[in-house]
């Protein structure tokens, strides 16, 4: 058996270029590697990304109904005193909805990134 290759001996040109392209070689892999694993994180987040700004578009939607049925209510149904009242119901009830609303988006976004949003 030929084990010439293990004799010490000084160091050939052709192996530190051999050497250096390893090097490389494998810092290449290592990127490549990195970016396959960041690329499935950004799909996965994308679809949240869009549902969200869909919600978004639907609450201010909401406002806007929320609003036009308040004017609708105190214009005909009810006294100041009272839709005062109402009011204070309903934007309660909407800050509710709001916060469970955050709460849910930071979950998800820890579940998949590993951190929160705030």
């Known amino acids: 058996m ?28 290592a990127d490549w590697v990195v970016g396959k694993v960041k690329g499935g ?15 978004k578009i639907q609450i201010a939607a909401q406002n806007e109904a929320l609003h036009n049925f308040k004017v609708e209510v ?3 149904y009810v ?9 204070r119901r309903i934007d309660d009830m909407v800050s509710s909805v709001r916060d469970e609303m955050k709460e ?6 820890k579940a998949i990134t590993g951190r929160s949003s705030g």
């Open 2 to 29: 030929d084990t010439s290759f293990l004799a010490a001996g000084p160091i050939a040109w052709v192996q530190v270029f051999a050497l250096a392209f390893f090097l490389v070689s494998l810092g290449k892999l």
């Open 41 to 55: 994180t950004a799909a996965a987040v994308s679809p949240l990304t869009i549902d969200l700004a869909a919600v």
């Open 74 to 76: 105190a214009r005909t």
């Open 79 to 87: 006294t100041g005193d009272v839709i005062t009242r109402l009011e």
């Open 104 to 109: 849910t988006r930071d979950i998800m976004l």
